[in-house]
């Protein structure tokens, strides 16, 4: 594959070996001739959202469908938002619910999933795999919802309808042919808390604890440096606290798009007297302006300004920062001492103060200001903005998890947080702000590869079970085990493992080369065009949708980011009678797996899911009572013992300060440093269309933003098409390359040496090798590369 020009342009050392590794993502079916950029928007939402909102409802759903949906989109009484994870307002906490309690990329995920569209066995006669292999995961996602069972043996060119026992059986004589300890039972953060606690006991009772799941490539890094220095990985805030800070720091996020409902959090905290510092290297439309559509100004005026402080730093750069602000706030204490440390937080609560003390003054201002891009001036202002405040609240996403030194830096802003006593009290706290819909909750429900022992021990205990306790794969070590022939079959509970995961081509190659591929899915993805020898699509019930089920309509419970439980009633008339809730895919496969008078009363579950709550309410810590509490209108607060009583379950009995060394990423002349990242119009994988609007990149979606400065040093143009090429050093003397081709560059606001690309377009370029210290993490905020002439 034009190798010829490929050499041309290398410069690798003379020893090296060359690895060219790539695939050329579909883009036929995408007619992107006609990019087009504007001057990104000034302020977020407004009327503008909420009209895109309604267009994307109508065409996917009609007038009907759209008036019975949105108005039970996050209502006590209707369905939890399939969109992000951020949090409903309480009224514990005073505050109602607004009748459109929702936002733009809400109602697009809602109708997304309950299109009137459908794929069904038709479809698959029609098109073969190969067929299917060459569009684009937005092309397929158009098609519809799944509808029907659908087979590929071996050999097969087309998927086939399949009954649903005969799907079943096949699955099931595979999996016990090649053993749970083969097996990877993937999941993404759309599960129920039912569906993820009987999906975790399935893998466990084969004897697997093999449970990767999107959280792996997501908040991993947070619940790493979490757990380890406050001895819970989940955040420590409600949405009363954030909205109650005297300064709210938002680092490494987009809410304008990926958490849009924050944004009327953050004009609550603005007008109540709070501040806003927003550190990222792009000028996120949402950070700066928002435009309240349920407020007047909101429709007619100008908006309210966000950011009262925003760090343009560069990629990478948060850990030097947040050491640069250790350093002045330890100083700015020796000057005036007693003004600054909460020295009693410190020392009731806290392990390791002298030792991080040691360490914590020394600063290189040059080597901070080459690694964060930002002068001093404003770093120190940034750390007075800390030490003036009465409530801090620190909340990021992947700008900061998605780093090679991911959970150093989660660390360190934990340090600033326990330096001035900012955890466990009210308005103030750390604040991971989570992705999908209940990626916490099917953490909580026990979907990690490496559940603590007293988990472990509390379903033996229920189930009389003995499951395994050898930690299983997560995301990356799936892959290498697929590379090496030690995973052989895949589940996956929702997602879209091929398009997700890093390094796409070899991904692909993985997943084809699986005995058994098993997808339970809404919609058609990449996944389902990369078999295995044998492969199947179960397609299932989604949350808009009423679940009927022998004692009668059920619910689900779900937990958003800020760790309230509740419950989500879908209304919704299914597309085909022949889908299945996830519950009941999860307990027929069991079923067929352990044949009758297994342990688990699998077919109780299915029928009554109040059954599958007892027993998460006597196994899953602070669950007691499970049934009843999430029956309460605004369900309940799952425990936080350092938010709730500033206790520290971790080995010390009290928070721990830890001392963090950054470091440079090495991007050798020429080469940019990557991040890959949303646009406006998509669900990670899930694209809605080509418009990001607040970054005004309309009709295509491979481009990539490079500062003007970077372009003309390099000889690029503006609109100019290129192929982004990776380089990673494997280790081995060797530069491994990937390519991902056709790229139009266009000029933006972005540090020097810094570029953005999309998510998943950019991921053929992501290294499977470079990952998070810590939380194995796949690094897609900071790939280098270099740009060459199409
Ligand atoms: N509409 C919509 N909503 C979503 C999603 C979606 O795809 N679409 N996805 C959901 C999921 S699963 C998740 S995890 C969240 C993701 O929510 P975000 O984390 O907001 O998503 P990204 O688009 O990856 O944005 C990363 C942000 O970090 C910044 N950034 C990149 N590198 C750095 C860095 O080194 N330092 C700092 N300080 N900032 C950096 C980028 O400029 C960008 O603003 O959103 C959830 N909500
Ligand atoms: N380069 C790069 N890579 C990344 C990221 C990045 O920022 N950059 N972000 C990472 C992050 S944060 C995440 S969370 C992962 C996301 O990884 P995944 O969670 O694996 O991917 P999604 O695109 O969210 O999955 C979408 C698919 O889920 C299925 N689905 C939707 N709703 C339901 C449902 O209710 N039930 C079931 N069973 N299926 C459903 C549909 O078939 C849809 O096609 O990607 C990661 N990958
Ligand atoms: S902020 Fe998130 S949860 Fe709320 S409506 Fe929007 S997408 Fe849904
Ligand atoms: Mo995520």
Redesign the pocket.
């Known amino acids: 594959m034009r190798a010829d020009r490929l050499h041309r342009n290398l410069r690798v050392r003379d020893e090296g070996r060359v690895d060219l590794v790539g695939r050329q993502s579909p883009e036929k079916d995408i007619d992107e001739s006609e990019l087009e950029v504007h001057e990104p928007e000034r302020a977020a939402v407004g009327v503008r959202g909420i009209t895109v909102a309604l267009r994307r409802s109508l065409e996917q759903m009609g007038p009907v469908r759209t008036a019975r949906t949105l108005p039970l989109l996050n209502q006590r009484s209707g369905f939890d938002c399939p ?2 994870a951020w949090p409903d307002p309480r009224e514990e906490d005073g505050e109602s619910r607004k009748f459109a309690e929702f936002c733009e ?1 809400g109602a ?2 809602v109708a997304e999933e309950a299109t009137t569209r459908t794929v069904d066995a038709e479809f698959f006669r029609e098109h073969s795999v190969d067929d299917l292999s060459e569009r684009t995961d937005y092309w397929l996602g158009q098609q519809g919802r799944l509808t029907t069972p659908v087979i590929k043996r071996e050999g097969d060119t087309h998927y086939r309808p399949v009954e649903w026992a005969e799907a079943f059986r096949v699955i099931a004589e595979k999996l016990n042919e090649l053993g749970a300890e083969r097996t990877a039972f993937y999941t993404s ?1 759309r599960a129920s808390n039912e569906a993820a606690f009987c999906y975790q006991l399935l893998a466990r009772s084969m004897g697997s604890n093999n449970l990767p799941d ?1 959280s792996n490539m ?2 991993e890094s947070s619940g790493t440096a979490l757990n380890e220095t406050i001895g819970v990985g989940k955040g420590s805030v409600s949405l009363h606290d954030l909205e109650n800070a005297d300064l709210v720091v938002v ?5 304008g ?3 849009p409902r924050m944004l009327s959090s953050l004009e609550r905290v603005k007008q109540r007297g709070g501040k806003i510092l927003a ?4 000028p ?1 439309t949402g950070l700066m302006r928002f435009r309240n559509p349920q407020s007047v100004r909101g429709v007619v005026g100008a908006g309210t300004p966000l950011a009262d402080e925003f760090a343009q ?6 850990l030097a920062l947040f050491k640069a602000i250790s350093a002045l706030l330890m100083r700015a204490e020796d000057e005036a001492p007693g003004t600054v440390l909460d020295s009693s937080f410190i020392e009731n609560h806290t392990e390791g103060f002298a030792e991080f003390a040691e360490q914590a003054r020394d600063v290189d201002w040059t080597e901070v200001e080459r690694l964060t891009g930002l002068e001093r001036e404003q770093i120190e202002r940034i750390a007075r903005m800390f030490a003036e405040s009465s409530g801090t609240v620190v909340c990021w ?4 998890t ?2 090679r030194q991911a959970v150093p830096t989660i660390r360190e802003i934990v340090n600033v947080q326990l330096m001035r006593g900012m955890i466990g009290k009210p308005g103030a706290g750390v604040c991971p ?4 819909s209940n ?1 916490q909750g099917d953490r909580t429900m026990g979907i990690w590869e490496r559940m603590p022992e007293s988990f472990l021990a509390a379903l033996d205990e229920e189930f009389d079970l003995r499951v395994p306790r050898e930690p299983g794969w997560d995301t990356v070590e799936t892959l290498h085990a697929m590379h090496e022939g030690r995973c052989a079959a895949f589940i996956g509970l929702g997602g879209n493992f091929a398009a997700a995961t890093p390094d796409s081509a070899a991904t692909e190659r993985a997943l084809r080369g699986c005995e058994l591929t098993v997808q339970i899915s809404t919609k058609l993805n990449r996944s389902h065009v990369v078999p295995g020898r044998t492969a199947l699509i179960l397609p299932t019930l989604g949350r808009t949708e009423r679940d009927r089920q022998r004692s009668g309509d059920q619910f689900v419970t779900v937990e958003d980011s800020m760790s309230v439980v509740h419950a989500s009633r879908g209304r919704l008339a299914p597309s085909s009678d022949q889908q299945l809730s996830e519950v009941a895919i999860i307990s027929r496969l069991a079923r067929a797996v352990f044949g009758p008078g297994h342990r688990v009363p699998w077919e109780e579950f299915e029928q009554d899911y109040d059954r599958i709550r007892e027993r998460i309410a006597n196994v899953v810590p602070g669950c007691a009572d499970y049934n009843r509490k999430v029956r309460e209108p605004d369900g309940f607060v799952l425990p936080h013992p350092p938010r709730d009583s500033r206790s520290f379950p971790t080995p010390t009995g009290r928070a721990n300060f830890t001392a963090n060394v950054p470091r440079m990423i090495h991007v050798p002349e020429g080469r940019l440093l990557l ?4 646009s ?1 119009d ?3 994988t899930t694209v809605y269309g080509l418009s990001d609007r607040y970054r005004g990149v309309e009709n295509a979606r491979r481009v990539v933003l490079v500062n003007s400065a970077d372009m003309d040093e390099l000889g690029f143009a503006d609109g100019e098409t290129v192929d982004l090429v990776s380089e990673w050093a494997d280790g081995s003397g060797g530069i491994e390359q990937r390519r991902a081709e056709g790229f139009r560059v266009v000029p933006y606001s972005t540090p020097r040496g810094c570029a ?1 690309a999309y ?1 998943p377009e950019a991921n053929p370029l992501v290294p499977l090798d470079s990952v998070a210290e810590g939380s194995n993490t796949p690094v897609s ?2 790939v280098v590369i270099r740009l060459e002439r199409g």
Do not use: F, W
Not at 251 to 255: F, H, I, L, V
Not at 433 to 436: A, E, I, K, L, P
């Open positions: 969109g992000c990329n697009k995920a953060g999107c997501c908040h680092m490494g996020q987009n809410p798009t990926n958490h550190i990222n290297p792009l996120e730093i560069r990629i990478g750069g948060d996403a992947m700008g900061i998605q780093h702000v989570r992705g999908h990626v991040q890959s990242l949303r406006h998509q669900y990670n953005a998510y905020k900071a």
